[in-house]
């Protein structure tokens, strides 16, 4: 279905820009929040999205991955190639493995990139603030983009710094994250969380559940698609 496309599209792109390794440093009473990779690094999560359909009584199970491989490090800047693992409905394949190069600052901005203006890179671009911040503060990224097997998505994203909490012994940071995109007749509304390890500076995991309609009907309606999409770390070269 397109809006299950869509699902996987529109989630990416937050997955895509919280997986960094980000720095989180305690700066008096605030935090402060910048990209810290390593050389060689290499990170693989798995990509799930469990999707429901009411209107055709349906539901469907798609699961992807992601690899982040960390080229080169330079002066704060850092070459990264991300992979986007084929998305699998059981054993049937929806979508091709989708590829991007780029360069991205401390603060997570897309410097360069191999793909042409306004695609997958552009929904990359989550800019972490410029200065320390306290719980509560919030940001905003606004894009237009997408992988070509998903489509163009235009979205705005508002991110909440909740603060940092320990979770199965890990320490992390908490990330709210409220999303709405379109594409054509569809629309996309999205929330959930995502952390991020204190200690070392890597991505732990996000969840999103998200909901897809028809553009001409009301939020509620039975054709729309909701899901649950979590993005799980496997393992680490470092």
Same mark, same amino acid.
């Given at each position: 279905?397109?809006?299950? /496309?869509?699902?996987?599209?529109?989630?990416?792109? &937050?997955?895509? +820009?919280?997986? %960094?390794?980000? =720095?989180? $440093? !305690?700066?008096?009473?605030?935090?402060?929040?910048?990209?810290?990779?390593?050389?060689?690094?290499?990170?693989?999560?798995?990509?799930?999205?469990?999707?429901?359909?009411?209107?055709?009584?349906?539901?469907?199970?798609?699961?992807?991955?992601?690899?982040?491989?960390?080229?080169?490090?330079? /002066?704060?800047?850092?070459?990264?190639?991300?992979? &986007?693992?084929? +998305?699998?409905? %059981?054993?049937? =394949?929806? $979508? !091709?493995?989708?590829?991007?190069?780029?360069?991205?600052?401390?603060?997570?901005?897309?410097?360069?990139?191999?793909?042409?203006?306004?695609?997958?890179?552009?929904?990359?671009?989550?800019?972490?603030?410029?200065?320390?911040?306290?719980?509560?503060?919030?940001?905003?990224?606004?894009?237009?983009?997408?992988?070509?097997?998903?489509?163009?998505?235009?979205?705005?994203?508002?991110?909440?710094?909740?603060?940092?909490?320990?979770?199965?012994?890990?320490?992390?940071?908490?990330?709210?994250?409220?999303?709405?995109?379109?594409?054509?007749?569809?629309?996309?509304?999205?929330?959930?969380?995502?952390?991020?390890?204190?200690?070392?500076?890597?991505?732990?995991?996000?969840?999103?559940?998200?909901?897809?309609?028809?553009?001409?009907?009301?939020?509620?309606?039975?054709?729309?698609?909701?899901?649950?999409?979590?993005?799980?770390?496997?393992?680490?070269?470092?």
């Amino acid at each position: 279905m397109k809006q299950i /496309k869509l699902l996987i599209g529109t989630t990416l792109c &937050v997955a895509l +820009a919280a997986s %960094g390794g980000s =720095q989180v $440093t !305690k700066s008096g009473k605030n935090y402060l929040v910048r990209l810290k990779y390593q050389t060689g690094q290499k990170i693989t999560y798995d990509l799930i999205t469990e999707a429901r359909y009411p209107g055709l009584g349906g539901s469907a199970k798609v699961t992807s991955g992601l690899v982040v491989d960390v080229k080169s490090v330079s /002066k704060e800047k850092y070459n990264v190639v991300f992979t &986007v693992l084929p +998305a699998m409905v %059981g054993k049937e =394949q929806r $979508t !091709k493995k989708a590829t991007v190069n780029a360069t991205v600052d401390s603060r997570n901005r897309i410097i360069k990139s191999s793909a042409k203006e306004g695609s997958a890179p552009d929904m990359l671009d989550l800019a972490y603030p410029d200065k320390p911040i306290a719980p509560g503060f919030t940001w905003e990224t606004a894009s237009i983009g997408g992988f070509k097997d998903f489509g163009n998505v235009t979205a705005r994203t508002t991110y909440k710094f909740v603060g940092v909490k320990t979770v199965n012994g890990v320490s992390v940071a908490e990330i709210s994250v409220s999303q709405v995109g379109t594409q054509q007749s569809t629309i996309v509304t999205g929330k959930g969380t995502i952390l991020l390890r204190t200690a070392d500076g890597s991505f732990e995991s996000s969840t999103m559940n998200v909901t897809a309609r028809p553009a001409d009907q009301p939020a509620g309606t039975n054709n729309a698609v909701r899901a649950t999409v979590s993005l799980i770390r496997k393992k680490s070269s470092k």
